[in-house]
């Protein structure tokens, strides 16, 4: 099996920065590409940042310039940098990542984290 654990979220005042983290462990042959996503009460959960396994990044237009994505795949680890954070940032952010299992099968399943709470207060 394959476990993805968040970390970093928390309440912050308008202005500030968060870091939030995604590990992956268990089965895991390769992972190609990792995200970020997010679910705000009564909304549908949306793409917040993804990262392929080369550093190829894409974000959506209300995080650019304020949220960068990175990761380390040594750590199969993904990374959330938010600065200048906004009470609409408010949500539960939830990682997401592609993995390979197993050298013998080429299919890449998608995997999501439990989530972690980002407040942002005004």
């Known amino acids: 099996q394959v476990q993805l654990v968040e970390s970093g979220g928390g309440l912050v005042q308008a202005g500030g920065s968060l870091r939030l983290s995604c590990a992956a462990s268990?089965?895991?042959?390769?992972?190609?590409?990792m995200g970020w996503f997010r679910q705000a009460p009564g909304k549908q959960r949306e793409l917040v940042a993804t990262?392929?396994?080369?550093?190829?990044?894409n974000s959506a237009d209300s995080v650019k310039g304020r949220f960068t994505i990175s990761r380390d795949n040594a750590k199969n680890t993904v990374y959330l940098q938010m600065n200048s954070l906004k009470p609409e940032d408010t949500a539960v952010y939830y990682c997401?990542?592609?993995?390979?299992?197993?050298?013998?099968?080429?299919?890449?399943?998608?995997?999501w984290g439990q989530g972690t709470q980002v407040t942002v207060s005004s």
């Open positions: 268990g089965s895991i042959f390769s992972i190609n590409a």
């Open positions: 990262i392929t396994s080369g550093g190829t990044r």
């Open positions: 997401n990542a592609g993995v390979r299992r197993y050298s013998s099968d080429s299919s890449y399943y998608f995997y």
